[in-house]
């Protein structure tokens, strides 16, 4: 079945201590983005990467990391976590024509920053 | 940067036809997408329009406006499982999709 899938679904961290939530798709994507969703805020994005090793900041990159070892993978690192990063978070994939087939979003992680 | 307007909630009858607009401000356009979302699931990918008209999809629709930066998604007859948010995204160069704030739809019988 082709999906992204995220790990873990939730999450609950004390400040600053390291976490990463991975994502993988197994559609051979070569597009893929992380999104987190605040209520009244919509879908804001992190980061995105066009391809292996190509990443880049989207609306609200800061206290993020990312890397696209692999074209499969994109995991989100929050080096040491804050209360503001509180948030639903989605990892999406597209293939590279554009944005006619969609984005395919992950089920989501539920983070909690205690 | 880019900013996207839409509605923050409609509210419609079972079998009713509703129309959720969006205008954008952007400085590259590639195409306006709709996604819907049920509460506690992921947004799900509805049409994509790179082009001025309308693009059907069974019960349904979504418009482009280039010239006006705005559009539409229209939902004919409506149902109870139509009960969701409905994002517009706009998409600029490096494939890069923004999103608007989102129009919470409540459908009531």
């Known amino acids: 079945e082709a999906q992204v899938t995220q790990n873990p679904r939730y999450l609950i961290t004390v400040t600053g201590k390291k976490l990463t939530v991975t994502c993988s798709q197994n559609m051979n994507h070569e597009y893929m983005s992380w999104y987190r969703q605040d209520p009244g805020l919509g879908l804001r994005q992190i980061y995105y990467?066009?391809?292996?090793?190509?990443?880049d900041k989207g609306d609200v990159p800061e206290g993020y990391k990312v890397s696209r070892k692999e074209k499969r993978n994109f995991p989100l690192i929050l080096e040491s976590p804050s209360p503001n990063q509180t948030s639903l978070y989605f990892c999406?994939?597209?293939?590279?024509?554009?944005?006619?087939?969609?984005?395919?979003f992950g089920s989501g992680t539920r983070l909690t920053v205690v | 940067g880019q900013s996207l307007e839409q509605p923050s909630e409609v509210t419609a009858v079972e079998g009713a036809i509703v129309q959720i607009n969006c205008t954008y401000q952007t400085s590259g356009f590639y195409g306006l997408s709709w996604y819907q979302q049920h509460d506690g699931g992921a947004p799900t990918f509805l049409s994509y329009n790179a082009l001025d008209g309308l693009e059907e999809t069974g019960r349904f629709s979504s418009f482009l406006s280039r010239s006006d930066s705005y559009g539409y998604l229209l939902l004919q007859e409506l149902q109870m499982k139509d009960s969701a948010s409905y994002f517009c995204?706009?998409?600029?160069?490096?494939?890069?999709?923004?999103f608007g704030g989102g129009t919470r739809l409540m459908v009531k019988p």
């Open positions: 999406a994939s597209s293939f590279s024509s554009g944005t006619a087939h969609g984005y395919t």
């Open positions: 995204a706009v998409r600029e160069a490096g494939n890069m999709l923004t």
């Open positions: 990467s066009m391809n292996v090793e190509v990443t």
